[in-house]
Antibody, heavy 125, light 107 residues
Framework: EVQLVESGGGLVQPGGSLRLSCAAS????????MNWVRQAPGKGLEWVAT????????YYVDSVWGRFTISRDNANNSLSLQMNSLRAEDTAVYYC??????????????????WGQGTLVTVSS | AIQMTQSPSSLSASVGDRVTITCRAS??????LGWYQQKPGTAPKLLIY???NLESGVPSRFSGSGSGTDFTLTISSLQPEDFGTYYC?????????FGPGTKVDIK
């Protein structure tokens, strides 16, 4: 059974740092892209970051560029999001999501088929 | 970045109704789009990928269509468990972008 379990959320002051983790099980972690998606209270979904299977490429939404770092440890089946210089607008539930991928006709598509339960990050003084 | 819009922002429909949600991209994205359903307090659930591919285990009353800039999610016969918010997500390039969501209520 595929499982994704986030941890590390909490209350942090503006300008502070926090590290989120996502423990993966039930699938070959090193074979899939992984992602972070967030949702501010009462708002819609926002894609935050993606990391390739081997960690060689990383992508970020502009609003977190230079402040957040996505990483993975394939030996321990874990995904991380290091968040620095946190702002009030970073307050959200953060989800990790597996992208199992789907390729057809020379095009590969993102398929976010499993999600964790989310961890709440609150940035406030 | 590619912007995604959805319409309507909310709707209320009766059980058995046919429901259509539209998603529009600011640039052509071929068929690089997925649909997700989210119920309050829970993680999103994948419904459709590559614009029209039904995810395994998702009821066949859900279908997706479209290409380029205009996409549609259709629920052929709305069921009580279909309440929630529906989001489109383009994966044409980075940054990926979700639509703002369409909230579906059951009358």
């Amino acid at each position: 059974e595929v499982q994704l379990v986030e941890s590390g959320g909490g209350l942090v002051q503006p300008g502070g740092s926090l590290r989120l983790s996502c423990a993966a099980s039930g699938f070959t972690f090193s074979s899939v892209y992984m992602n972070w998606v967030r949702q501010a209270p009462g708002k819609g979904l926002e894609w935050v970051a993606t990391i390739r299977e081997d960690g060689s490429e990383k992508y970020y939404v502009d609003s977190v560029w230079g402040r957040f770092t996505i990483s993975r440890d394939n030996a321990n089946n874990s995904l991380s999001l290091q968040m620095n210089s946190l702002r009030a607008e970073d307050t959200a539930v953060y989800y990790c999501a597996r992208d199992r991928g789907y390729c057809s006709g020379g095009t590969c598509y993102a398929v976010f088929d499993y999600w964790g339960q989310g961890t709440l990050v609150t940035v406030s003084s | 970045a590619i912007q995604m819009t959805q319409s309507p922002s909310s709707l209320s429909a009766s059980v058995g109704d046919r429901v259509t949600i539209t998603c529009r991209a600011s640039l052509g994205i071929r068929n690089e789009l997925g649909w997700y359903q989210q119920k309050p307090g829970t993680a999103p659930k994948l419904l459709i990928y590559a614009a029209s591919n039904l995810e395994s285990g998702v009821p066949s009353r859900f279908s997706g269509s479209g290409s380029g800039t205009d996409f549609t999610l259709t629920i052929s016969s709305l069921q009580p468990e279909d309440f929630g918010t529906y989001y489109c997500l383009h994966d044409h390039n980075y940054p990926l972008t979700f639509g703002p969501g369409t909230k579906v209520d059951i009358k």
